[in-house]
């Protein structure tokens, strides 16, 4: 179970060494970024928890590897639930979380608590938490006129933008992880006075947008890991 950059190097990985792998990805940009041969299938589309049963007793796998985003607690559950329930071996890939402590850098629970603590600042908001969270973020006009979205350049990240009455000035669609100067580029060029940011280690690229925006001066707000399942948001 992919959609994340470990996946896709962990499926490539496998398969060039002649292992059928089998990537279950929930979107069709999640298709684009890896490449079907001989020994790698992709399959689209998210999957509730009977229909991966169903997959896995159908397949008859050797083996299933989770390395699903950190924040998709729901996903997780079900690949672990489904597997122990069909006697499939399960490996989950972690993350590494780094704690970092800086005046300028505050902790949150949840997406909720995320935004009273935005409420409590002023100028323009880099989010950068994907486009499932968008509808926290934007319910307060107050608030959804100071955000510059940064999402992936996908028709369905787009369409949830446009959905949360976020215009096209305010939408920033690339595809990461970005480099501590890219993010520092981007806080300069928008005149951010905010980052907000899930704590998704590393290769996600939180580090580096805790470093650019301590180095610019300016506040980083973190969604913790720990806290997911707790909010209505993935």
């Known amino acids: ?18 292992l059928k792998v089998h990537v279950s990805v929930a979107t069709d940009y999640g298709r684009q970024v890896l490449k079907e041969n001989a020994f790698l299938k992709i399959l689209e589309g998210r999957m509730d928890s009977s229909a991966m049963k169903e997959l896995f007793r159908k397949e008859n796998y050797d083996l299933v590897i989770d390395a699903t985003h950190p924040f998709a607690k729901e996903v997780s559950e079900n690949i672990k639930n489904n597997s122990s329930e069909t006697n499939l071996p399960l490996i989950r890939f972690e993350r590494e979380i780094k704690n970092l402590e800086s005046k300028d850098l505050v902790y949150t629970e949840n997406a909720i608590q995320c935004v009273d603590a935005l409420l409590n600042t002023t100028g323009k908001i880099l989010l950068t938490t994907g486009s499932k969270d968008l509808k926290v973020f934007c319910e307060k006009p107050e608030l959804r006129e100071r ?11 787009l369409k949830l933008c446009y959905e949360n009455n976020l215009e096209g000035k305010q939408i920033i669609a690339m595809q990461g992880p970005f480099s501590e100067n890219m993010n520092i580029n981007q806080i300069e060029e928008y005149g951010i006075s905010v980052l907000v940011t899930k704590e998704s280690g590393k290769v996600g690229g939180t580090d580096s947008k805790i470093s650019a925006s301590l180095k610019k001066g300016i506040k980083c707000i973190v969604i913790k890991k720990s806290s997911v399942g707790k909010t209505t948001d993935d």
């Not at 992919?2 to 002649?18: A, F, V, W």
């Not at 955000?147 to 990240?157: D, F, G, N, Q, Y």
């Open 147 to 157: 955000i510059i979205a940064r999402v992936l350049p996908a028709m369905e990240s």
């Open 1 to 18: 179970f992919g959609g994340t950059s470990e996946g896709r190097k962990i499926s490539e990985t496998l398969s060039r060494n002649n």
